[in-house]
């Protein structure tokens, strides 16, 4: 297996809703309540049932190395061995947010123990909670790729076993972005897949990667997605 790291973000947007009784009193906890809403609810990823996708909000933004130093402690130190955070900001509208998204939590009721446990092992301070409503956030994720190449130009996530990467051709906006999903899904048979925008930091350069989400892709399903991405995405820049 030929694995590279690669760095880079994910750009997305999710239903979020506030966690109340499972945080730490009074801080604001978000919690994507739908990860991946391109599958239609046919398919229900593990993501979904567990505590997945927790984002804790600071106070002010702190730094990506902080960030990775203190889960190192916390996995050295601690129960929770396994835990895979990232810097993130959440938008709701124009408020932003600055936050820790954290992975592989056991189980909800170890929520607050592990925000506790970036308090006390990094000196974090917590946003205050101020918002209780379900709403639609733009989600940015500054994170680090560990992936297989594939042909064509893409990727498999290993550590995110139904999640894909391929390379587009140009720049792309999030409104654009938007744009195109919708015309690609209208064109094609296949529906059931869920997506996002990304970048990769490589080779001294910055791609824009189309993030796939889908539990049994083929490659040549995904290759097929990624022509009908970079066939619009020429159409656009003509």
Not at 29 to 46: A, K, M, Q, S, T
Not at 100 to 118: C, G, L, M, T, W
Not at 206 to 213: A, S
Request: aromatic residues 12%; contains cysteine; positive net charge.
């Amino acid at each position: 297996m030929n694995k590279i790291e690669i760095l880079g973000t994910v750009l997305k947007e999710e239903q979020m809703e506030v966690m109340q009784d499972l945080a730490l009193p009074r801080t604001l906890v978000l919690h994507i309540v739908n990860p991946f809403p391109g599958l239609h609810g046919e398919i229900v990823p593990e993501s979904a049932t567990r505590p997945d996708n927790i984002f804790f909000v600071t106070k002010k933004p702190y730094s990506w190395e902080k960030i990775i130093r203190t889960t190192n402690k916390i996995k050295q130190n601690t129960a929770f061995k396994e835990l895979d955070a990232s810097f993130a900001t959440v938008m709701f509208g124009k408020t932003k947010y600055y936050s820790i998204r954290v992975h592989n939590i056991p189980s909800f009721k170890d929520i607050a123990e592990v925000q506790a446990a970036y308090k006390d092992f990094g000196g974090f301070e917590f946003h205050k909670r101020d918002r209780k409503n379900t709403e639609t956030a733009s989600i940015k994720l500054a994170k680090f790729f560990e992936l297989e190449p594939t042909a064509n130009a893409c990727y498999h996530d290993l550590k995110r076993k139904h999640m894909y990467y391929a390379v587009l051709p140009q720049h792309l906006v999030w409104d654009d972005f938007k744009r195109i999903t919708f015309a690609v899904k209208d064109d094609l048979d296949i529906r059931n897949f869920d997506v996002a925008l990304a970048t990769f930091f490589m080779d001294e350069n910055v791609f824009d990667v189309l993030r796939i989400y889908k539990p049994g892709i083929t490659p040549e399903q995904l290759k097929l997605i990624r022509d009908k991405y970079a066939a619009r995405i020429k159409d656009l820049h003509l």
